[in-house]
């Protein structure tokens, strides 16, 4: 069964601090990667777009890696700021094809918080 | 250029009223749509899926109902809202090209059920 799994589920840290958030997932072939960031209430925004065969992809201070052998991607936020307290998700896209199996799979998002 | 329209943004029902959220997508054609439920504190969890007119798969027992009228039309509907039918609403769709699909999220129905 394809999954993606985030941690940890919940994450505070001071402004101006770095933070890395994880995501597994089991999803295989997958056409890209992704994460979002999403405010309460709203829909997702993208923050970072990656396929199969790239390995980091930054967006200012987000900086997303990948690693398809272990299966595993990070979200790296530098220089936090008060605007980023969020829910963070991974979501990935199956590769092709009009099945179940090309379902969009979220994942259940770590929820950050900045404290002044 | 690709987009994806659903709403209202937000709604506030009384419990045993219908339900109807709507969704359209443009730009593309043929897409897979989507209807996700995030209750508060929650991830988000996959309704309903569709992969073409009138052919709609559900992913969890509840008490709605989707269609898809029109390839680019995918619409959430419930004929007596529930207290636990509260939460945010998600559209999405995804289009396959080759080896890379797209997909494109809405910005989401807060519902209110009181």
């Known amino acids: 069964k394809n999954q993606v799994e985030q941690s940890p589920q919940s994450l505070i840290i001071l402004e101006g601090k770095n933070c890395t958030l994880q995501?597994?997932?089991?999803?295989?072939?997958?056409?890209?990667l992704r994460w979002y960031k999403q405010d309460t209430g709203r829909g997702p925004v993208s923050l970072t777009i990656m396929t199969f065969s790239e390995n980091t992809k930054s967006n200012g201070r987000y900086t997303a890696t990948l690693d398809a052998d272990t299966k595993q991607s990070s979200l790296h936020i530098t220089a936090s700021q008060l605007s980023d307290s969020a829910s963070y998700i991974c979501v990935v896209i199956p590769r092709g094809g009009y099945s179940s199996a090309s379902k969009i799979i979220f994942g259940s998002g770590t929820r950050l918080s900045i404290r002044p | 250029s690709q987009t994806i329209h659903q709403w209202p943004a937000t709604l506030v029902q009384p419990v045993g009223s219908p339900l109807s959220l709507e969704c359209t997508v443009e730009?593309?054609?043929?897409?897979?749509l989507y209807w996700y439920r995030q209750a508060a504190g929650r991830g988000l969890q996959l309704l309903f899926y569709?992969?073409?007119?009138?052919?709609i798969s559900s992913e969890v027992p509840q008490n709605l109902s989707a269609s898809r009228p029109q390839d680019r039309q995918f619409i959430l509907s419930s004929k007596k809202l529930l207290l636990s039918d509260s939460g945010f609403y998600l559209c999405?769709?995804?289009?396959?090209?080759?080896?890379?699909?797209?997909?494109?999220f809405g910005q989401g129905t807060r519902l209110t059920v009181v």
């Open positions: 999405a769709w995804s289009v396959s090209r080759g080896a890379y699909t797209e997909a494109f």
């Open positions: 995501c597994n997932y089991t999803v295989s072939p997958f056409s890209n």
């Open positions: 569709s992969v073409g007119i009138g052919q």
């Open positions: 730009g593309t054609s043929n897409p897979n």
